[in-house]
């Protein structure tokens, strides 16, 4: 890097500004919700951990989706965090931001396929016990509660528009 050219954002962008803000703001965005998720899952966790049971399809639920969460909250903060320090005019800093993205990405993938792993052990159980006890899901009445995250990808596509129209 400290030998190339000082592009103002990594070189397989290729140029593309409008490229940069959707990476810039959607890894945010993605990085902030999984976030929230992962934290959200761990207080439940925490709450229920005497009497939730290893094998119980909500415990089994919570493992599986705070892996992904996890994982892809690893994955695309380390994204993130390249974009945003992204920086020609100190490479040695923007290289290490590289190498600790390298470093987490094994880490992320390793918390997704754990997550996929627990999804595919415990289908056979989770399919019996939902079909032997059905209960409709109602999803339209939460969906209020989706203005948080649609606000978190809106900032972060103002805070990406923002860094890529003064860099």
Sequence with gaps: MASGPATVA???FDGQGWLVVVNLAMMTAAFVLALMM???L?????RRWRCDRPSHPVTVWRAMVLCFAVGIGLRSGGAAIVLWGWNPLRPDDTGALLLLQ???????????????AIAHLSAPGVVYQLRRKPHPLDFWTKLPLLW????I????VA?????????
């Design 148 to 151: 948080r995250p649609a606000a």
């Design 153 to 156: 990808v809106g900032l972060s």
């Design 38 to 40: 992962a934290v959200d």
């Design 102 to 116: 390298r470093m987490i990405d094994p880490v992320a993938v390793a918390c997704g396929l754990t997550g996929l």
């Design 42 to 46: 761990v207080r439940h966790i925490w």
């Design 159 to 167: 805070a990406a528009i923002g860094v890529v129209a003064t860099r």
């Design 10 to 12: 990594p070189p397989s």
